[in-house]
């Protein structure tokens, strides 16, 4: 039985939730995720995860729990977001090439108010080569991935080192997630 709304189109968030044994259904939300003029990464980050859960509320019959979350990936204080073409995520990679950057994701639960909580992380990636930075664009579907790239793919043998939540930067950080949810391990 389903026992909350994941307000995400992200395939990734979706097999992460999955790994805390919750009943959930997948609600596809359409908002307009530009940043404020002069928005801090953080408070983007919580605003888009907020509005992906009030529209998602919105657009439901049922009284569910929302469950909603927005990435992104920060390089010198600049939300990079995700590439519109193929030439944009390859320059995104390159700018990332043998360089450090942050990766926010919020986590927004909306019962009555919301609660929200944000996971940070740094990744470094090491410097990487035009064809590299082709080649994953051409296999990997960079597109659909803040910063156009994801933890879990290819980019794995980008990246040097990382401090934070491996979840987190795939997309939903699944120890602040099973705080808000509630969920505690049996192990």
């Known amino acids: 039985m389903t026992t909350l709304y994941l307000a995400s189109r992200s395939p990734r968030r979706n097999f992460l939730l999955q790994q805390l044994g919750i009943d959930f259904e997948v609600v596809d939300v359409d908002i307009n995720e530009m940043p404020g003029a002069s928005e801090s990464a953080l408070d983007y980050v ?3 995860a907020l509005e992906k859960a009030v ?3 919105q657009s439901m019959p049922k009284n569910l729990p929302v469950l909603a979350a927005d990435t992104e990936v ?4 600049h939300i990079l977001g995700k590439p519109v ?3 944009d995520a390859i320059r995104m990679l390159q700018s990332l090439s043998g360089r450090g950057h942050q990766v926010h994701t919020a986590v927004v639960l909306l019962r009555d108010v919301p609660v929200t909580l ?3 992380s740094r990744v470094w990636f090491r410097s990487l080569t035009l064809q590299e930075c082709q080649d994953y664009c051409d296999t990997c579907h960079p597109l659909d991935k803040a910063g156009a790239y994801g933890i ?5 043998g980008f990246i040097q080192r990382f401090e ?3 979840s987190g930067v795939m ?3 699944l120890m602040e997630t099973a705080e808000l949810l509630g969920v505690r391990s049996n192990g």
Do not use: E, H
């Open 55 to 57: 529209a998602c509320r």
């Open 152 to 156: 879990q793919d290819k980019a794995a």
């Open 74 to 77: 920060v390089l010198d204080n």
């Open 171 to 173: 997309g939903l950080p």
């Open 118 to 120: 944000v996971n940070s």
């Open 46 to 48: 919580r605003r888009i």
């Open 164 to 166: 934070g939540s491996y």
């Open 85 to 87: 073409t193929r030439d």
